[in-house]
């Protein structure tokens, strides 16, 4: 398993201030594998934390973590069969909370999923449309923003394609640069109403603040 030089700067509570610290990259492990190494290091007693994929433990634990890793390697299998389509999601910018969280959930669902070099979430093509839906009920259920709902949604929607439209004739118009403009602490502070993807409603949010 490969080593990284530097361990995750929120591990700091693994060990004591003066121990040193191993951090394992198992990118390419399966979640249901992660999930079960974290299993046996917790039984065992050994101190550890999470980065996403990459594990950090005290270098004096070393030997015991080695066997922990060939065990759970043993018994998870490979993440994705070999040759099989994938799709990768950048989930770079997620603390590593979420990317354990998110994981969990994947492991939980079935998904065989793993995370490259790059932190990239790599999953099969054919589980696509499985995980953005998971990726849309997780991202909602992070999001302790209010929900706009029913008339209040629909209005604000009206008003948003009635404005874009404006743009997409005149990127100069300025009834409709205006009218987007006075609309951004909503966008922004509201959650996506229902049936709207997260993302493109933030991006939407993200756009109408730059103008």
Partial sequence: VALV???????????ALDEDQLAYELHEWAGESRRILDQDLTAAG??????????????????????????????????????????AYGVDGWAADEQSAFSDLLVRLGVPHEFDAEGDLVVRAADEDAVEAALDAFEAGADDRPELEGLDANGLLSEVFVACDRLRRD?????GIERLADLVPVLVGHRPPFGIDGRMWNALGERATAL
Avoid: F, K, N, Y
């Fill in 46 to 87: 050994i101190a550890h934390a999470w980065q996403g994929a990459t594990l950090v433990v005290r270098t004096a634990d070393e030997e015991t973590v080695d066997r922990a890793i060939e065990g759970a390697e043993d018994v998870g299998g490979p993440a994705i069969e070999p040759g099989a389509e994938t799709v």
């Fill in 171 to 175: 990127a100069r118009d300025l009834a």
């Fill in 5 to 15: 030089s530097e361990p995750p700067a929120d591990a700091a509570e693994v060990g």
